[in-house]
């Protein structure tokens, strides 16, 4: 049994699958421009002269192990840093120990704006427009005709179009400063 575990071990190791970390929560969809696969067994072997260990079968299971006595948790950030230069780690699932990646974010923009006639139309049908009742960011509604209204949430069309979940206006007075944002 001990040498089934360590033949899987040094399996996985040199088929160059993954670096943990405990410290590096996962991302449910990273938006990534670069992905690779961190080596394990590398980064145990630069950081500690160690080997790579599973010890329970995860994402969050891997150790660098010496003896019984020098263990170490892995940190898969650090390894995606060492071997590709990205600056990011995730799993893809928590529950398979050889779903890491790392991976270097797409810049969001710190501010983008939205679309009120497209969530309008979206959820009302396609006669519907955003219409500005008022002078404020907060006087806009979906319309269709003259007697139908509804209320926006300009928070539900920014995760909608931009995968955002925050919107806010620069300016109350000012109904066109609208924008997403995290």
């Known amino acids: 049994m001990k040498h089934a575990i360590r033949t ?5 190791t ?6 943990l970390s405990l410290s590096t929560s996962a991302m449910a969809s990273p938006l990534p421009i670069v992905q ?11 950081h500690y002269g160690a080997e790579a260990r599973l010890t329970q079968y995860s994402a969050l299971g891997w150790q660098c192990y ?11 950030s650090q390894a ?8 990011k780690a995730a799993y893809r699932a928590k529950g398979d120990p050889y779903s890491w990646y790392c991976y270097k974010p797409l810049p969001t923009p710190k501010r983008v704006g939205v679309d009120l006639t ?35 949430s300009v928070s539900t069309a920014c995760r909608e179009q ?16 609208w924008h997403c944002h995290r």
């Open 8 to 12: 899987a071990t040094t399996a996985f």
């Open 14 to 19: 040199s088929a160059a699958t993954l670096a």
């Open 36 to 46: 690779e696969t961190p080596d394990l067994g590398k980064y145990c072997q630069r």
């Open 66 to 76: 010496k003896n019984a006595a020098q263990t170490w948790g892995i940190l898969v």
């Open 80 to 87: 995606c840093k060492d071997q590709f230069g990205l600056p």
């Open 118 to 152: 497209r969530y309008c139309v979206k959820h009302f049908g396609h006669g519907a427009r955003a219409k500005l009742v008022g002078s404020t960011a907060l006087d806009w509604v979906c319309a269709h005709g003259q007697h139908n209204r509804w209320g926006i």
């Open 162 to 177: 931009h995968g955002l979940p925050k919107a806010s206006y620069v300016k109350r007075s000012d109904p066109y400063s």
